[in-house]
């Protein structure tokens, strides 16, 4: 059995910063990409920001150079670090990790539970 658990969400002012955590736990063999996405409400889910195992980045246009993501491996965990919020940024967030469990020869999409940020004086 595999877990991805997300922390880090809560309430901050425009132009504040939050970190995410998203850590993968059970029977893992290896993590190919790790990413994040956010649905806002009534909106579709979009993916934010995600990051291969080799280190390649992706950002979703609206966050690049305000929000960064990285990724220990040694914990399988990844990290979202998000600065100069905006309102527009307020969504529940997600985390998506794409993981081979031991014994297995395929990948399998998990998705944490999702933590809620919002971004509001």
């Known amino acids: 059995q595999v877990q991805v658990v997300e922390s880090g969400g809560g309430l901050v002012q425009p132009g504040g910063s939050l970190r995410l955590s998203c850590a993968a736990s059970g029977s893992i063999s290896s993590i190919y990409i790790m990413g994040w996405y956010r649905q806002a409400p009534g909106k579709q889910r979009d993916m934010v920001a995600q990051?291969?195992?080799?280190?390649?980045?992706d950002y979703e246009d609206s966050v690049k150079g305000r929000f960064t993501i990285s990724r220990d491996n040694a914990k399988n965990t990844v990290y979202l670090q998000m600065n100069s919020l905006k309102p527009e940024d307020t969504a529940v967030y997600y985390c998506?990790?794409?993981?081979?469990?031991?014994?297995?020869?395929?990948?399998?999409?998990?998705w944490g539970q999702g933590t809620q940020v919002t971004v509001s004086s």
């Open positions: 998506n990790q794409l993981i081979r469990s031991l014994g297995s020869s395929r990948y399998t999409n998990y």
């Open positions: 990051i291969t195992s080799g280190g390649i980045t």
